[in-house]
């Protein structure tokens, strides 16, 4: 072997190679017009001119400029920018066959390991398998199963809003309402995925959700990682002057994995010992049993990951928004109040059978618009076309990276008049006390939005859309929110793929001496998971699990 053998590639013979690689690919000609955009200049392409944080914003105001599908190239990766419904759904729906792929990003997927998890995992047999899984427990026909509990956390979750009025936490605190939120999206989603119920304070495995999904809204945010740009520098050494962010994967790498491992070792573990709570993770292992292959031990570990990774932190967002609405739109509160009074009196709680006799209307037209005013995952995650194909007369080059601007979808004039207004009214007719004369007139519901296009969408939007309905039901109709004087909120949300209200303070007091009543008389029942193939099952916990703060 030669010395120049055994001396590894530095990273600027990597960059010259990428270039002059790109360099004869921008050569090839192709008589077929790509959509319009941003100027690019010569190699970088529009590598400049894409954003470094809220990403949406930059993307609508393109839309306006060059229409609803925008291209871009970045060091000659073409990108498709689409900014409207119509379009995600002629490219990510109806050609859902070629359009499902995920691209490859160097940092979240490969460096952190995002890749194993359903939301990156890229289109093949294993995806497949994961949703055929997670179809299984959380599918649209599968959705009553879990109403008992989730009304049963909510309720709980009402009980911890209490403590903290009593206390003056959320006047004086900033996110405290977020950490009951994420208290309550964690205790459903981790029964349901492994059998396990929450403690009552600072639950590890609350917390290694919490820490580990901020790192992947933060890997995967578009344009942050220029080895996303340049995948070969991914293989710069750790201690390379600019190899700050190897390290910064290294440390993320291992709460990922720390996190998806941890559960699923107690469920295996409870199982040997003949003690394991019925849950997804076991109902799968038993279904393999002692046959099961290395690869069926991995999808289910990550299957199982996915499931409580992606939708404790889409659900907290979503839920923290109701909160930041009710304090910034007094009049909505009211109103939504007001139907709940009608059909409750004041007597119980509401429950998921209201919603099925459809007696709540108003109620279930804020829940569209909580996802419609402030979507959770405002530019989605991206596709990856995997042939070469054909739009409007323009090309898409096999390769194209595809974003779905959902932000700008739900904030299109043209289908949401004045759509910076918070406004349900906009879902029901007249007669419902709304803005439309029939319901044809009724604006799109955005949950055919908000939730991703095609064999990408998300798997747990039934799920989703269950906690947020019970959580705006339940909450408004005990509680009343209002802002704190002198630290009144604004519209401000984080960057990243999945982005939340930035923390805020507000005044939550029960409505009534009746409303303490019902809020009081929570927390009695055990904890109960359902599973489609099984009946209710009570889970016996441990007190600490059931103790309220």
Known sequence: MSLLDSVPL????????????????????????????????????????LPKTQEWLTYARWGKQYGDVVHVSALGQPIFILNSREAAVDLLEKKSSIYSDRPYLAMGGDLVGW????????????????????????????????????????????????????????????????ERIRWTAGAIILLMSHGY????????????????????????????????????????????????????????RATLEEMAEKPYAMVKAQMAAGTAHPSFTRELLEDKGSSITAEENHTIKWAAASLYSGGADTTVSAIYT??????????????????????????????????????????????????????????????????????????????????????GMTRDESIYPNANEFRPERFLTKAQGGDCETEADIQPDPRGIAFGFGRRVCPGQNLADLSLWISTAMTLSVYNIAPVSGAEPTFEYTNGTISHPKPFKCSIKPRSTRAEQLILAVGEDPAVAYLPSQKPVDIVSSDKGQESD
Request: hydrophobic share 40%; glycine share 6%; aromatic share 10%.
């Open 115 to 178: 890749s194993n998890t359903l939301v990156l995992t890229p289109y093949n047999a294993r995806f497949r398998n994961m949703r055929k899984y997670l179809h299984r427990l959380i599918g649209a026909r599968n959705s009553n199963q879990f109403w008992a509990l989730e009304e049963q956390e909510t309720k709980r979750f009402l009980r911890k809003i209490l403590d903290d009025s009593h206390s003056g936490r959320n006047e004086t605190e900033t996110g405290t309402v977020a």
């Open 10 to 49: 530095t990273p600027l013979v990597l960059l010259g190679f990428f270039l002059v690689y790109k360099i004869i690919q921008t050569l090839k000609v192709d008589p077929r017009p790509l959509p319009p955009g941003p100027k690019p200049v010569p190699l970088l392409g529009n590598a400049l001119d």
């Open 322 to 407: 109701l909160f930041l609405a009710m304090t910034l739109n007094p009049r909505v509160q009211k109103c939504a109040q007001a139907e709940l009074d009608s059909v409750l009196c004041g007597e119980r709680l509401p429950s998921f059978q209201d919603r099925l006799d459809g007696k709540l209307p108003y109620v279930e037209a804020l829940v569209k618009e909580i996802l419609r005013w402030a979507p959770v995952t405002p530019t989605g995650v991206p596709h990856r076309l995997t042939e070469e194909d054909e739009y409007r007369g323009w090309r898409v080059p096999k390769g194209t990276i595809v974003i779905s601007n959902i932000w």
């Open 197 to 252: 119920t929450l403690a009552a304070h600072d639950d590890p495995f609350v917390k290694l959700a919490d820490i580990a999904t901020e790192q992947f809204s933060a890997s995967t945010e578009p344009g942050a990682w220029l080895v996303d740009l340049m995948p070969s520098l991914k293989h710069i050494p750790t201690w390379f002057p600019l190899a700050g962010f190897r390290r910064t994967a290294l440390k993320w």
